[in-house]
């Protein structure tokens, strides 16, 4: 498929929407008002609006390789920052997926330039678990089990974040859900990770 074939998939597309949604069109070109967040993977293959069956502007969101949630990473605070404190979403969705090709590298030895600095705390989560990942015999299953691990450490790395912190001690309503997809069958699985406002943080991540 050439560059050209994609703005004419655009035009069909936008056809489609004026005759069968043309009042969502007229109310997304006067704002948007998501209720969620969604922080996933870049992988091509797991596209948030598709597989959750939402419309545009349902969902507000940020991908990355590995899905990763980083207080320095600028992208990810800005996003954080305007999703949470300007659109005000109720829910923030980290969404991890089974056969991450961003976990796979970090749980082996295989360097790959620029891509190895942003997976590092993978890999520091990975010797983190070294004894749970080492007690599963089939690798496949291991490698699962990472990807659901390092959704887990992005939850509770948004729960330490001051932006979530801040929000929850001014008594806005906003939970964080660790979920992950699988590409095999298309359905997403909720972890139980969930945390709010009465989810336990140890006071160092507590701003005054």
């Not at 703005?7 to 949604?21: C, D, I, Y």
């Not at 729960?159 to 309503?173: D, E, F, L, P, T």
Request: hydrophobic share 40%; net charge negative.
């Amino acid at each position: 498929m050439c560059v050209s074939e994609l703005l004419e998939g655009n035009q069909q597309w936008a056809a489609n929407m004026a005759s069968e949604e043309a009042d969502l069109m007229a109310s997304l070109a006067q704002g948007q008002s998501p209720n969620y967040l969604w922080i996933g993977c870049a992988d091509s293959r797991v596209p948030e609006t598709t597989i959750l069956n939402r419309q545009p502007g349902d969902v507000f969101v940020h991908r990355n390789i590995a899905n990763l949630v980083k207080d320095m990473d600028i992208s990810c605070q800005s996003v954080l920052t305007y999703a949470i404190d300007v659109l005000q979403v109720e829910y923030v969705i980290v969404c991890g997926h089974y056969g991450c090709g961003g976990v796979k590298v970090a749980m082996g030895q295989d360097s790959v330039p620029v891509i190895d600095n942003w997976l590092r705390s993978v890999k520091h989560s990975c010797v983190a678990n070294a004894d749970e990942l080492a007690a599963i015999d089939d690798e496949q299953q291991r490698f699962a089990r990472m990807c659901e691990l390092n959704v887990a450490d992005q939850v509770t790395n948004l729960s330490h974040n001051a932006i979530v912190q801040k929000a929850w001690q001014r008594g806005q309503k906003l939970s964080i859900h660790g979920w992950i997809y699988s590409l095999a069958d298309g359905k997403l699985k909720d972890l139980q990770l969930t945390k709010d406002s009465h989810s336990p943080v140890a006071a160092l991540f507590s701003p005054n």
